[in-house]
């Protein structure tokens, strides 16, 4: 007996003089979905790109600002005397985790791959003819044209090494109608902090960091990131001390965490804005009564519409203080946005029914707004305000709230006279937005225009932006823009949306603005 | 025997039939995979690309053809979301489904029996009016809020046990089970409860029913009046008798609770079949709702089925009937 008590204190002292020793910090960290594949350019989605960052990496990133920021390259700029060639140094010294040596090879492999017919990175890649080697630590990108922001493209295309990726047959991104699944869905090979010990998809991945690391060794040696779809299990789980970190906590949550001893939350604003958006042309709306014209098609129906929108009851009211009211779509983060353009009226009743009258709907008229329930932060809730807010002036509109799932065909296939969306830019610049919000529609444009609007000037501006190759006259032509889309009103902003992050008392996770958090950030007290 | 069971089977592979034709026809309305599959800024073209390469355009009856015919093989197809074999997702997802079910019922019968017992035998006492009048709460209050209650009360307040997963797990052969380390068994505790309250009150109120009848029978009256034991009227006679209805409830059952944890795996972020299932439900993964759908039709169809052949071999007048009816 009295052996066996000796023995266990040994081990008892041992197991803590060994912790002490690793010094290992391990973060439990829980969401509410999961990455959808480790496949680094199949999906472009926020969640699957989280995962990514960890274990592999791409060769620009992105500080909480905003800004670009160097990674696998470390200087990059335009070719001398040629604006349509973008040409990158990379960081020498890197390896894999498997050991290989990272160069130009990968680069050159890992944009074709992203640029293949499978990869849903394709889109940010379209302007890229070719890329090629100029050493082993160089590359130049061939670009159709001048292509001022493309390296805003690069920050969530993640690079392979081409050796790892020959051996495992991976040239092709995952092809579903081929019915096979792909070695890269489950294994990695990246340059990141991170290396992959287990995966249980849709419950638990595991990583640990990696010694060979050319950053500063971060804070953070192990993570368990995990799953938890539902918003009351995953927050009790913080209060009972199962996981450090949790996401996509729910806003009336935020407040009653923040105020728990021994959990704090992080607040910060996220790069996606909400807003209305309504058909124009002189076709009649299909849910409305008014059957000889298209009310929204009125500049004075759609300047009233906006003065009954009360911006900041929506935010005191439906979003529990968790937004930023905003006059524009377009967050503050992003290149063209203005204190100017983000300013938004004051509700005025009175001068919405005079502009309703002027108008010639007196009585107002009906419409179906469609609404998504399961996607945004209380997206349901704010069109139901904005119900009761348009009622004032005599629009009676009736709800159509649906999953995501059901609300996206409808929009995609413009089925819809009235409808609430968020959108998130990526980019970080503004033609982003126009592309696929503003333009006409077409097969590689307007593809959320969902009201069909068309100003043929204003496509010509677009378009251009793409190849202008002077940064003034650029900003300038996404001046006039703004304008245009903001004196039109061709979208109806409500507000920005705000992330907020929960956490043990002794830990700190800054707030990342597209939501994609690194525990390479976490500092503990 | 032969015939009736060849008959059987034949019922059998028409309901399945008709299970998958249902379940395709549904899901075909319950959304479009593309806008979970693709990204914001893909263009109208890459959707019409995605679209052919899915198979998507083709009329409905062509799409039902393929997937049946996939099925016959075991081939479900690959999941939309997750981009791997739907076969292979629901089998590595079975074992915690099915051990959630298996510790379920088991809490559901002893407790079951036990309370019926007791309330059964003592009819007027006080302790009963409570644990009857709790069962009726218990029933009557949904699935998903006694799990966030327990979670509350024995996670959240108390410490005691995990609010959600399955703790560590063991990997034998294929199966991966939570029953052989203690933070598996510590996980599968709330759960297990959450589940089997329902049955728990069904089969309490059957055996206590059934024991009362029993209890009133003349084969009980002359047991007593021989000078048998309490004991040995009580268990030795009255409760054998009682379990027969009680064992068949509790096998069909079993079905309905492989089925239908999918609330309690939800709650409990419990990593079967069944929030697999709502996972897929929210990305319009059409394979794996299929499949799914289909999984649960077999489940109760082969239940069924063992059930009518063991009544076939137990009930000598369905034999008679089986060789002169037809």
């Known amino acids: 007996m009295q052996k066996s008590l000796a023995r266990l204190t040994a081990v008892l002292i041992a197991s803590t003089v060994l912790v002490g020793v690793a010094n290992a910090e391990t973060i439990r960290w829980a969401r509410s979905s999961d990455a959808l594949t480790l496949d680094p350019h199949s999906q472009n989605q926020g969640n699957t790109h989280t995962v990514a960052h960890h274990i592999y990496e791409t060769l620009l990133g992105r500080d909480n600002d905003g800004s670009l920021t160097p990674r696998l390259a470390t200087e990059w700029g335009l070719k001398e005397g040629d604006p349509t060639v973008w040409v990158f140094k990379l960081r020498e010294g890197v390896k894999f985790h498997n050991g290989n040596d990272f160069t130009a090879e990968d680069v050159i492999y890992s944009i074709e791959r992203a ?355 002077d940064i003034a006259a650029r900003d300038a032509t996404i001046a006039e823009i703004w304008n245009v889309v903001k004196a039109d009103r061709v979208l109806m902003p409500v507000h920005n949306q705000v992330l907020a992050y929960a956490m043990r008392e002794g830990v700190t996770l800054p707030v990342q603005p597209e939501n994609q958090p690194n525990m390479t950030t976490v500092t503990f007290d | 025997m032969l015939a009736f069971i060849a008959r059987r089977l034949l019922q059998s592979v028409i309901v399945m039939l008709v299970v998958a034709f249902i379940a395709f026809l549904v899901f075909r309305y319950v959304g479009d995979p593309l806008a979970a599959l693709l990204s914001q800024d893909a263009k109208q073209a890459d959707y019409d690309a995605a679209r052919e390469r899915l198979g998507l355009d083709q009329p409905f009856y062509v799409q039902f053809f393929y997937f049946v015919a996939n099925a016959l093989q075991g081939q479900f197809g690959i999941s939309y979301r997750l981009q791997q074999p739907v076969s292979q997702l629901i089998l590595e997802r079975l074992p915690a489904t099915i051990e959630l079910a298996f510790a379920s019922s088991i809490i559901a019968l002893i407790g079951g029996v036990l309370l019926g017992i007791y309330t059964a035998l003592r009819q007027r006492a006080v302790s009963t009016g409570i644990i009857m009048t709790l069962s009726l709460i218990g029933v009557s209050i949904p699935t998903f809020l006694i799990g966030i209650g327990l979670i509350y009360v024995f996670a959240v307040e108390l410490k005691w046990l995990p609010s959600f997963g399955r703790g560590e797990v063991v990997q034998i052969g294929w199966w991966r089970t939570g029953l052989l380390t203690q933070s598996g068994l510590r996980s599968l505790i709330l759960p297990a409860i959450t589940l089997s309250l329902f049955q728990l009150t069904l089969i309490m109120r059957l055996v206590r029913a059934e024991m009362l009848e029993v209890m009133r029978t003349d084969y009980i009256r002359f047991a007593r009046a021989r000078g048998l034991s309490k004991r040995a009227i009580n268990f030795g006679h009255a409760l054998k008798n009682t379990m027969v209805p009680v064992i068949t409830i509790t096998g069909l059952q079993l079905g309905s609770v492989i089925a239908f944890a999918i609330i309690t795996e939800t709650v409990f972020q419990w990593p079967g079949v069944g929030s697999l299932f709502v996972n897929s439900v929210a990305a319009v993964d059409v394979p794996v709702m299929a499949a799914y759908l289909v999984f649960v039709a077999l489940v109760f169809v082969v239940i069924n089925l063992i059930v009518d052949i063991l009544y076939f071999i137990v009930d000598p007048r369905l034999r008679v009937g089986a060789k002169t009816g037809r």
């Open chain 1, 115 to 469: 640029k293949s017919e499978f990869s849903n990175m394709k889109q940010l890649h379209a302007e890229v003819v070719s890329v090629s080697a100029v050493d082993d630590h160089t590359v130049e990108f061939q670009m159709k044209g001048p292509a001022l922001i493309y390296p805003n493209n690069l920050t969530n295309t993640f690079i392979m090494d081409k050796t790892w990726s020959d051996e495992h047959d991976l040239a092709v991104v995952q092809d579903f109608a081929s019915g096979a699944s792909n070695y890269s869905v489950l294994n990695t090979n990246g340059t990141g902090p991170y290396t992959l010990v287990s995966r249980e998809v849709d419950v638990k991945t595991v990583l640990t960091s990696h010694d060979g690391w050319w950053g500063e060794k971060p804070a953070v040696t192990d993570i368990e990131y995990l799953t938890i779809a539902d918003a009351q299990t995953r927050v009790s789980a913080l209060l009972s001390g199962e996981v450090d970190i949790v996401q996509d906590v729910p806003p009336q949550d935020i407040e009653r965490l923040g105020n728990t001893e021994g959990f704090k939350v992080e607040i910060g604003p996220e790069n996606r804005f909400i807003y209305f958006g309504y058909r124009f042309g002189e076709e009649p709306l299909k849910s409305s009564n008014i059957t000889d014209s298209n009310p929204f098609n009125n500049p004075q129906v759609r300047e009233a519409m906006e003065l009954v929108l009360d911006r900041d009851a929506i935010k005191q009211v439906v979003m529990r203080g968790q937004s930023i009211p905003t006059g524009i779509p377009n967050p503050p983060f992003v290149n063209g946005w203005t204190p100017e353009l983000d300013a938004y009226p004051k509700p005025d009743i009175e001068k919405a029914k005079a502009l309703m009258v002027e108008a010639g709907y007196p009585d107002g008229f009906t419409v179906t707004l469609d609404t998504p329930n399961n996607r945004y932060v209380n997206d349901e809730a704010i069109s139901t305000a904005y119900v009761g807010m348009l009622g004032q002036i005599g629009i009676k509109v009736t709800l159509a709230s649906r999953p995501v799932a059901e609300h996206s065909p409808i929009i995609l296939a413009n089925n819809s006279d009235f409808y609430l969306l968020g959108w998130g830019v990526p980019t970080f610049d503004s033609a982003y937005v126009f592309n696929d919000l503003i333009h006409s529609k077409t097969d590689l444009h307007g593809t959320y225009n969902v009201g069909l609007y068309s100003n043929p000037e204003l496509d010509e501006k677009i378009i251009a932006l793409g190849t202008m190759d």
